[in-house]
């Protein structure tokens, strides 16, 4: 009996720790995005705030704030049947924006994974807010 109950709860712990992720997202690396970029035309989103996008953001990246009060409305003012990147800090975010996104209606929707945290630890460059 009590094999069967631990049997249960180890199931049961390995399932939930599972990621949890829609598959119409493609998670990519920062080499992988970097060839999107060149290949596609895309609308690439940084979903930072406006203080952490003025530190350092991805050339050509648009700043809609995860956090803002319209975050919902200006989501939706991007171009569903074009490419979206997403990116903010670590992933977190921008993973939370994609789901959105698919629910939206988006037909690609791309997520930097590690974010723009990754990006630099690669070496790619950031530009700065003037």
């Known amino acids: 009996m009590k094999r069967v109950v631990f049997s249960i709860l180890f199931l049961v712990t390995i399932l939930g720790c599972k990621e949890t992720r829609n598959e119409n997202i493609n998670v990519v690396t920062a080499e992988e995005m970097q060839s999107i970029l060149e290949l596609e035309e895309v609308q690439l989103v ?31 003012k991007l171009d569903k049947s074009k490419p979206v990147i997403l990116y903010c800090k670590s992933g977190r975010r921008s993973a939370s ?24 630890h690669d070496g790619l460059g950031v530009e700065i807010s003037n």
Do not use: H, M
């Open 46 to 76: 940084d979903v930072r705030t406006p203080e952490e996008f003025s530190e350092g953001f991805i050339k050509d990246a648009q700043n809609i704030d995860f956090y803002s009060d319209t975050f919902d409305e200006d989501i939706l």
């Open 97 to 120: 924006c994609a789901e959105k996104l698919i629910e939206a209606g988006f037909v690609k929707v791309y997520d930097l994974k590690g974010g723009i945290t990754q990006w630099k």
